[in-house]
């Protein structure tokens, strides 16, 4: 079992090491956490990045197709690259 807290860190410590200028997705940090049985961790992993969405500690942009979100460290990474839109967080609660 993965608890939010770990995830979380993962989260923040992949924002970290990629710093401004550079944008993550989701999945990323699902193959961090469990490469086998990542599918099943993303529903965790994305409550989780909305929760730190909402405390401010990172940002989310959907892709210009939409089809994905990328998150980053702060709004002047992720806008950095004009293929993404800032986008407000959901209104999913845990």
């Not at 909305?50 to 089809?67: H, M, Y």
Request: charged share 20%.
């Amino acid at each position: 079992m993965v608890f939010a807290s770990d995830i979380g860190n993962v989260i923040l410590e992949l924002a970290e090491q990629r710093g401004s200028g550079k944008a993550f997705f989701l999945a990323e940090v699902a193959q961090l956490i469990d490469r086998g049985n990542r599918e099943a961790q993303m529903e965790q992993i994305q409550l989780v990045a909305e929760s730190l969405i909402r405390e401010g500690q990172i940002i989310s942009a959907k892709t210009e197709l939409g089809t994905e979100t990328a998150y980053a460290k702060s709004l002047p990474s992720i806008m950095s690259n004009s293929s993404y839109m800032t986008t407000p967080p959901s209104e999913n609660h845990f």
